[in-house]
């Protein structure tokens, strides 16, 4: 029907793909009546992914008449991928397959501030130390903005970085993909976590500022200029603080890692956790109105996008018990209840290793992704 | 390649209207070229569209290199679709062919109120006497909940409607499509009006309340249960006065039509108008602080969807010009400057039509969009 052969086949083995991926295993007949395809074309298809060593025969599904049917997976530790997540003070590994298995991580304290060659030699010898001949690639996460298409760090300004074209600091043949932390993270709920199959969420997450991943029709949604997610600057008192952002009274100015840590007059978030966990009543008071407008602004989101779930992550991983009870009030409290009861807020289980979990999605995307092919052959 | 063959199709022809509706002349090479469909099939589909009446040979193009191209558009006059807006005090009717050129409009004055038997009689003696042979569909605009997939107005609190499928209520014989009427809006916008082929981007109207229609990536986007776009409710003042919703300081207590009539005491938006134009300093100071709040919950959309344009729609046309100064620099002031500097806030040149022409454009949907059907096909 199409023009181009070649394109369409991409586009019916990346479909056949991700159908495997979200069902773990499943038989032809399933595939070929899901996807509309010939039993046929399915059965071609098939073979040459097993020949090909992505995908393997995992076990034998209920018969439907006939003889039982072989049950399709993909192959574990055929093919794989590296995420790679950088931050001020510390590097972060991990080597995935193509079933989202992890293979191994690593974690390299180095202070990266201003410092991007010697980063980028550190991150060079551990790739070379860690490749594997079936690697489909290094994705990259950063706190910052980035452009994905060009591979290129437009700004990192906690890392002090400008303008950095990953191409020309990898010293590996292998393809490279960008993304900013907070879209990483929530690629990670959405391939291997906490939302699996959810078509629309937001990945909050607190690090040195407060960022969110949003996805959309179970797709990642960037915005007009790749800048969508920057909830932290939602303003939630026009009179409040002034935030570094110039504006006043930001999310972050009362609920950021940093200003908790300054309101009580300690060096990091996790003081904070501390003095609240020893039952510390100052500390208490501040994570509640940390929490209350936390619930304010994701009563905003909820009412204005009405998304499936909301998911704490990052660093409000390590408190979360301590504020969600009072973020799901005011929740329930301050949204219309019509997308109030549609939501479910839940904390992240992978803390702050979900930016290098997702980034080394990345790369997969690209094999499981139908869009770029869809939108090549026009359909 | 794929199963179903009818499906394809009708997905090709989908494909081959919509690039015609949005081009609004081209030539079959060019279509070919676009969408991947061979010489051939672009022909074989476009000649049942000539033959069927969809298209016509609207002129001729430039040669590249032969004879010079027919160019293809959307016949008028062949196809129609109506529109019907319902609201509290009249009922509006628009019926438009399939090139959105309008052919005619009404406006029946009645009130509506808990009173939906006499209201859809109406409706139908007007669709009656406005018939036409080829009519496609009447689209309903509703300012409540709806479900669109059943046709049914599940709560229609002004109106003081609930659960009222419209199939139940029409004796006219042609499909009928529902949705909320600032969704109706963004979608005239978006096919029609200041939006054309804008891909993300927020309506936000004034009427009793305030709403928005939100298009993400060129489609539509409802939500997890169809109530996305609740921006009256976005809290701006976790201090501020009691809202109807049962929060404090949502947007709608600082700039709804209702709240800035009762805070000048007078009957109407209308009447707040009035006095501001005439230099009364109580409305102009009660819409600048309206304006204030809007331009906040428009930085927070800003920062967290990176649309490319927000349009103010309906009762906000009126007065867009008293109040769009004071939201551009808010939102100039308060958002980050990469969205900040990527969205183009707009106000709608329709006014208080739009629900009714986006209404009429629901029934057209299903012929251009080629959504439903790539999901039929599997790909």
């Not at 860690?130 to 906690?158: C, M, R």
């Not at 390590?318 to 209840?337: G, T």
């Amino acid at each position: 029907v199409a023009g181009n052969n070649k394109l369409l086949k991409e586009l019916n083995q990346a479909t056949i793909l991700e159908l495997i991926r979200v069902n773990k295993a499943i038989s032809k007949a399933d595939i070929a009546s899901i996807t509309g395809l010939s039993p046929n074309a399915t059965g071609m298809i098939t073979l040459n992914l097993i020949n090909d060593d992505f995908l393997y025969v995992s076990g034998i599904g209920e018969s439907s008449g006939g003889r039982k049917p072989d049950l399709l997976s993909l192959k574990p530790n055929s093919y794989y991928s590296m995420g790679v997540d950088i931050d001020t003070d510390r590097i972060r590994f991990a080597l995935i397959d193509i079933t989202g298995q992890i293979i191994y991580r690593s974690r390299i304290a180095v202070n990266c501030v201003g410092n991007y060659k010697a980063t980028f030699e550190i991150i060079n010898s551990e790739i070379k130390k860690n490749y594997k001949d079936k690697l489909l690639g290094v994705g990259f996460a950063i706190a910052g903005q980035v452009d994905a298409k060009s591979e290129t760090i437009i700004s990192a300004p906690n890392l002090k970085w400008k303008n950095i074209n990953i191409l020309d600091v990898i010293s590996i043949d292998v393809p490279v993909f960008l993304e900013n932390e907070s879209i990483t993270s929530s690629i990670y709920e959405n391939w291997s976590g906490i939302c699996q199959g959810v078509q629309n969420f937001i990945c909050i997450n607190s690090k040195s500022g407060i960022g969110a991943g949003i996805f959309i029709n179970g797709k990642i949604y960037k915005g007009a200029s790749g800048s969508a997610g920057e909830v932290g600057h939602i303003i939630v008192d026009i009179g409040g603080p002034k935030c570094e952002c110039g504006s006043n009274g930001c999310l972050e100015t009362y609920s950021s890692s940093l200003r908790l840590a300054e309101k009580l007059n300690v060096g990091s978030i996790n003081e904070v956790i501390l003095l609240a966990r020893s039952g510390n009543q100052f500390a208490l008071d501040a994570l509640k109105q940390s929490a209350l407008y936390i619930g304010v602004v994701i009563s905003g989101l909820v009412n204005t996008l009405n998304p499936e779930k909301i998911v704490l992550g990052k660093q409000f991983v390590k408190y979360a018990d301590l504020i969600i009870d009072e973020i799901k009030d005011v929740v329930n409290n301050k949204a219309l209840p019509m997308p109030a009861s549609n939501v479910e807020i839940v904390v992240s289980e992978e803390g702050e290793q979900s930016s290098v979990l997702g980034a080394a999605i990345l790369p997969l995307i690209n094999i499981f992704s139908t869009n770029e092919k869809r939108a090549a052959v026009g359909i």
